[in-house]
């Protein structure tokens, strides 16, 4: 058997389409679009990348896109002072600090002067809290796990009393989409195991999952002989395990594999997401999202 693959890529498209729409809808009765900032501290080129990425996907959305980069010598107190003039700039929706911030500044400080009706990025511990209450308290779910249930339920996977195995426990992917997986809501009503380091028998509970979501960040930790036949499996690690030439641009780029022995586990799987191309293109699309779900509650309109 070949697994259904669960491409990222084209889910991505789809939901970006949905969401320019509905930016010309709102834009066309209320007058109003999404207003995103991103604020890039330094010049990490990592950084940049991923700045220009969410500035660009930003900008093809019809979004009010504000690129605010600042020098690598900026005070903490200036840095706030920053925060605070979005928090109060009505033509925001989302604010968005790329991380890492250089060692003078302190993270978490900053993270937490975020408005937390526009901390899109969903870490803001009122966002964290209002996940686990569930229901309508939710707002902004964090981005990555947000687009892993997007795959889930869009490749027509059923949630309802699944068994869903996380592998990984960390506070940006392992425990929110546990959260959400658990909850008694649409794209979700499973029962959630929660693997991780301190686990015994990681291998006889990932033999369970009709749902495996594996974010370990171990190449090839999950053995095909741990998948159970059928299953969904939700690979999100991203490892870097070489280099090779790039057969386009003659660059060299890394070689990307998963947290799953992808080869192998297709023939097993129902359903499986490649890497790349499986839940890396998501986290920005759910992004864009949650900004525009920001400006639909400033407007009253049901998300
Ligand atoms: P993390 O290092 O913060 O957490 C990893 C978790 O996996 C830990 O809770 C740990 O207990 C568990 N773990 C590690 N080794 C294990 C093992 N041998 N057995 C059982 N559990 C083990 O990592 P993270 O930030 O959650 O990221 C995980 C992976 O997902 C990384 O490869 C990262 O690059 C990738 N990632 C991808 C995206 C994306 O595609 N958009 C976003 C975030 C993270």
Redesign the pocket.
């Known amino acids: 058997m070949s697994a259904k693959l669960i491409k990222g890529s084209e889910i991505r498209e789809q939901i970006l389409a949905e969401i320019k729409k509905e930016v010309e809808d709102i834009k066309a009765k209320y007058g109003k679009v999404p207003g995103l900032v991103t604020i890039l501290v330094g010049e990490n080129p990592a950084s940049i990348s991923y700045v220009t990425l969410k500035v660009q996907t930003a900008h093809s959305l019809g979004f009010h896109e504000v690129q605010d980069s600042q020098p690598v010598d900026l005070s903490e107190e200036a840095l706030l002072a920053l925060i605070d003039k979005y928090n109060k700039d009505e033509s925001i929706n989302g604010i968005l600090v790329q991380l890492p911030l250089p060692k003078h500044i302190n993270e978490k400080k900053v993270l937490t002067a975020i408005d937390p009706d526009k901390d899109v990025d969903g870490f803001h511990p009122v966002n964290v809290g209002r996940l686990m209450i569930g229901g309508s308290e939710v707002k902004f779910p964090p981005c990555?796990p947000a687009g892993i249930q997007e795959l889930i339920v869009r490749s027509g996977t059923v949630t309802k009393g699944a068994e869903v195995v996380v592998?990984?426990?960390?506070n940006?992917?392992?425990k929110p989409i546990a959260v959400m997986m658990m909850q008694k809501a649409k794209g979700a009503d499973s029962t959630v195991t929660v693997?991780?380091?301190g686990?015994k028998d990681?291998a006889g509970h990932c033999k369970r999952a009709d749902i495996l979501i594996v974010?370990?960040?171990?190449p090839g930790?999950v053995k095909p002989e741990w998948i159970k036949p059928g299953a969904c499996v939700i690979d999100?690690?991203?490892?870097r395990v070489g280099e090779k030439v790039s057969e386009k641009t003659g660059k060299p780029v890394p070689i990307l594999r998963g947290?799953v022995d992808f080869d192998a586990a297709k023939e097993i799987a129902g359903s499986i997401t490649p890497v790349p191309g499986g839940?890396?293109p998501?986290?920005i699309t759910m992004l864009m999202a949650n900004t525009l779900k920001s400006l639909k509650f400033k407007l009253g309109i049901p998300v």
């Open positions: 990555t592998v990984g426990r960390s940006i992917v392992g693997v991780h380091t686990t990681l974010a370990a960040g171990v930790l999100v690690g991203v490892n947290d839940v890396g998501m986290t």
